[in-house]
């Protein structure tokens, strides 16, 4: 089983944000406060510079390009070790839901999804945009597109219709889902489930046997529905802010 860091790192490169900067083994990532994950600091990585050091140049390089606060994306993997404790002591405090990071055999998904039929693409349109950054009240459209389009693996685009969307990237042999979205009056039609088997479908074809998606442990009908169809949990991470 892949250990927390690893999926980290799979993570990391499954939502690339459009400014990164490497700071001494972590990455500080800034998209004008679109998602969390990419206006956060990575602190997977051991360095060699102070850590009080590292913490105020980090900060330092949030507060020149946001009046947000700086914020951390944190797991048991983060280093250095201490890094936690010592963010505590400058004020800093755990705030947001818990963010569930879960995995499933690709196998286990094509038996257990399908239904109404989804279409997969490699062009991300501005229909499929409009839905998902809508579903999340992102106004900044250009930012979003970028996130979207900025991992280093082979990026596909599902849809049914113009009712349900969800992102896949494939990552050696991980398939990375993530952007599920689905309209208020299109919901508990089974859109998601046909979603999840299209995209993983197509992924299996290039040559992905295994999957990852991150959700909010507080979007319980979007975890019922990963449970249901073979995700498991295999840590968590969240988010530690400046005061």
Excluded at 46 to 51: E, K, R, V
Excluded at 62 to 78: C, G, I, K, S
Excluded at 104 to 115: E, K, N, P
Aim: hydrophobic share 45%.
């Amino acid at each position: 089983m892949p250990s927390t860091a690893e999926l980290e790192r799979i993570g990391y490169d499954l939502w690339r944000a459009p400014e990164v900067e490497d700071l001494d083994g972590w990455r500080l990532r800034f998209a004008h406060g679109v998602t969390g994950r990419a206006n956060s600091v990575w602190p997977n990585d051991d360095g060699t510079l102070p850590l009080a050091d590292k913490i105020c140049r980090a900060e330092e390089w949030y507060a020149a390009r946001t009046e947000l606060p700086a914020r951390f994306q944190v797991t048991d993997a983060a280093r250095p070790r201490e890094l936690v404790a010592e963010l505590a002591t400058r004020g800093y405090r755990f705030r947001g839901a818990r963010v569930s990071v879960e995995t499933a055999a690709l196998d286990d998904l094509l038996v257990r999804t399908g239904g109404v039929r989804a279409l997969v693409s490699d062009e991300l349109d501005d229909d499929w945009l409009a839905l998902w950054a809508g579903s999340r009240g992102f106004d900044r459209i250009d930012v979003a597109r970028a996130l979207l389009r900025g991992s280093p693996g082979p990026t596909a685009f599902a849809r049914v219709e113009n009712v349900a969307v969800g992102r896949g990237v494939v990552l050696g042999d991980w398939l990375g889902i993530t952007s599920m979205a689905t309209a208020p009056e299109a919901q508990r039609r089974g859109h998601a489930r046909a979603i999840v088997h299209a995209l993983a479908r197509w992924a299996r074809s290039h040559g992905a046997t295994r999957s990852l998606l991150q959700v909010e442990e507080t979007n319980v009908p979007a975890r019922s529905l990963y449970a249901q169809v073979g995700f498991v949990e295999r840590h968590v991470y969240r988010y530690c802010v400046a005061p």
